[in-house]
């Protein structure tokens, strides 16, 4: 059973471009997460969707940055006019439908995003 | 804001155990207990969570206070590939938000 698929591993954007990363739930997921990394900083949550809905977006920036999960295929994080300030570490995550509460996350090996 | 705080580094001899304390004082009855660790740049590994009771799996073990505001990571025999920051989440209650703090770099010592 795969894991969480991102791709690609590392993008080297030039500023002004757009940035789109890709994400595939573990098999029987149906609900995505993205979460960015500064250098030698924490997990900051950006945002939560289920196929074809964004639950969540509280954590994403207003301008730029939009994410989708379409009914078929990957989830999708696009950054248009990328920044300097956009480099960071972009992760995947997907769980199963939730429940009772106790879901796990299950992560990727995300997308090292650098602008130059 | 992360509901959750940690001590941000921590030494622990290899062999022995480590145990990583986390505090969650404003908890709610319903909001489970994660802990996570992130090898280098890697993508963060589940290692175990709980409610109420104290949960142990092939992992590590999860000891949580009675009143719930605090709880502690335990990897029995910490060797040298436990080396990571780990994570201690709660999840918002009422959302899907699963919020990491600063967490605490483990460094074993050989």
């Known amino acids: 059973n795969a894991g969480v698929m991102q791709n690609p591993r590392h993008l080297v954007r030039r500023r002004g471009q757009e940035a789109r990363l890709r994400c595939s739930p573990m098999?029987?997921?149906?609900?995505v997460y993205w979460y960015r990394q500064l250098p030698e900083e924490g997990l900051k949550f950006m945002v939560y969707?289920?196929?074809?809905?964004?639950?969540?977006e509280s954590g994403m920036p207003k301008e730029r940055f939009s994410a989708e999960f379409p009914k078929e295929g990957p989830s999708i994080l696009r950054i248009q006019q990328v920044v300097r300030g956009d480099s960071a570490a972009y992760f995947c995550?997907?769980?199963?439908?939730?429940?009772?509460?106790?879901?796990?996350?299950?992560f990727g090996s995300g997308t090292q995003l650098s602008v130059l | 804001d992360a509901k959750t705080t940690q001590p941000p580094s921590m030494d622990c001899a290899e062999g022995r155990a480590a145990n990583l304390p986390c505090n969650h004082s404003?908890?709610?009855?319903?909001?489970?207990v994660y802990w996570y660790r992130q090898i280098h740049s890697q993508g963060p590994q589940y290692i175990i969570h709980?409610?109420?009771n104290n949960e142990t799996n092939e992992m590590a073990s999860l000891i949580i206070t009675e009143d719930r505001k605090s709880s502690t990571l335990i990897l029995p025999h910490a060797t040298l590939r436990d080396t990571a920051v780990y994570y201690c989440?709660?999840?918002?209650?009422?959302?899907?938000?699963?919020?990491f703090g600063t967490g605490t770099r483990l460094k074993v010592l050989a």
């Open positions: 995550a997907s769980s199963p439908a939730t429940g009772g509460g106790g879901e796990k996350l299950f």
């Open positions: 098999k029987g997921h149906s609900h």
């Open positions: 989440i709660v999840r918002v209650d009422g959302t899907y938000k699963y919020i």
């Open positions: 969707l289920q196929k074809e809905n964004i639950i969540d």
């Open positions: 404003t908890i709610s009855g319903n909001e489970y």
């Open positions: 709980g409610l109420k």
